[in-house]
């Protein structure tokens, strides 16, 4: 049975005819797509396309280069080639079968109202081909997709009670697996609503890149066990030398500690991550701002007070930090720019228009700040998601942080009022 079986059971429980969620009216061609997209996309025989090695799920030769590697490349283009593998690496990385994450990924992107990423993940049911364990019936496949729909909803919408089902079913790395993939179509959801994206013409056609899947071992054992790729992860972060204008304290952050459970797709994650740091041309603080608002909006415990600490550190004052937490008053105008569009794309990205973004753009220097606010905020829907929806505990230096600037007490009071 090929998988886009899996997507029509999906569909007529989602009450979508055939299985196939509907696309927004007359998707413009390559030809026009510069002209409807948000924002800037690189031209298709751009430098930038020619280092893929068969990381993309289409063969950039054939002239088939998606709108959301443009949109990377033209700000962006150290970064195309990790996100192409990142993409690939969540669905086809890890333990759990991909596809139950493809199943995860659809259901995703029609929460958030994402046609266009819809379309792309309907077409890669042609190259996946199904197995046991993700047939609609099987307790894998209901609960990856349950999992990430109440993930998807709230970043501690996943209950105690729903997380002890998961794990009857998920040992602890594939716990990780299925939020950090979770976090990921939350990310690339809001992208590509963010940037506007038009379909590519091809859209609807098979995959024609060169597609290998990993060999997953059948074997499971009860409890999990440290990998190689684990311990080479945990040695790289431990080695590494943090820039002490950026570092919050501490050598390895909680959140990277949990990634280090599915090693392949964390470091995925972070190589993008990282990718796009060398390339952004934000103010950091700024950068801190959008994350701040994204974290609050979104009641994320644990990247709160991350943010706090690192605009801290950047030189916000504790009057401006006390006063952003019930208001905008004292933001400047880029602030208020960047954090409106934070807000909405975080909240409602299906209602996001050509009019935001414009507004977006004119609030900051160019199109490479308009690209790195639009990146940060998808980041912190990937982060908040990851860290509450896991309830990873925030560290001592953090919590010092926090209390220094809102009082004694103020910690407690701020997590147990969740």
């Not at 998988?3 to 196939?20: D, E, P």
């Not at 333990?95 to 994402?114: D, E, Y």
């Not at 109440?150 to 996943?158: D, E, P, S």
């Not at 590509?192 to 590519?200: F, H, K």
């Amino acid at each position: 049975m090929r998988f886009r079986n899996l997507f029509v059971t999906l569909g007529a429980a989602l009450g979508i005819a055939g299985g196939s969620p509907s696309v927004s009216q007359a998707a413009p061609l390559d030809k026009t797509a510069q002209a409807n997209s948000f924002v800037t996309l690189a031209p298709i025989e751009s430098e930038a396309f020619s280092n893929l090695n068969g990381e993309s799920w289409d063969d950039a030769k054939t002239g088939r280069v998606p709108n959301y590697l443009r949109a990377i490349a033209a700000t962006h283009p150290k970064a195309v080639s990790s996100f192409a593998h990142l993409f690939k690496t969540v669905l086809c990385g890890g333990s759990v079968s991909p596809n139950v994450k493809l199943a995860m990924g659809l259901r995703i992107s029609q929460m958030n109202g994402s046609a266009y990423l819809t379309r792309h993940l309907l077409r890669l049911s042609k190259t996946l081909q199904s197995d046991q364990s993700s047939a609609p019936s099987s307790p894998a496949y209901r609960m990856g997709v349950l999992y990430a729909e109440h993930l998807t909803k709230a970043v501690r919408g996943v209950t105690d009670n729903e997380f002890m089902q998961a794990r009857g079913v998920f040992n602890d790395a594939e716990i990780v697996e299925l939020t950090a993939t979770t976090c990921f179509f939350n990310y690339f959801s809001r992208f590509c609503s963010g940037a506007g994206l038009p379909l590519e013409a091809w859209a609807s056609e098979s995959p024609n890149g060169q597609v290998k899947l990993a060999e997953k071992s059948q074997a499971r054992a009860r409890v999990t066990l440290a990998t190689d790729n684990e311990l080479e992860m945990g040695s790289t972060f431990l080695k590494r030398t943090v820039d002490p204008r950026q570092s919050l304290g501490f050598k390895i952050a909680n959140s990277q500690r949990a990634m280090l459970r599915v090693p392949d797709i964390g470091g995925a994650w972070w190589g993008f991550w990282q990718d796009i740091r060398t390339e952004t041309k934000m103010a950091r603080a700024d950068l801190l701002h959008i994350s701040f608002a994204v974290s609050t909006l979104n009641d994320c415990r644990y990247c709160v007070l991350h943010q706090v600490a690192g605009l801290s550190k950047s030189g916000v004052s504790a009057s401006k930090l006390m006063s952003m937490r019930d208001s905008d008053d004292m933001l400047s105008p880029k602030e208020k720019a960047l954090t409106n569009f934070s807000r909405k794309l975080t909240a409602t990205p299906q209602t996001l228009n050509a009019q935001d973004y414009t507004s977006l753009r004119a609030g900051v220097a160019d199109d490479n700040e308009a690209v790195d606010a639009l990146l940060q905020t998808c980041a912190f829907n990937f982060m908040n998601r990851f860290t509450d929806g896991l309830r990873l505990p925030s560290e001592e230096e953090a919590v010092q942080t926090y209390q220094g600037i809102y009082g004694d007490k103020s910690y407690d009071n701020f997590y147990n009022k969740r």
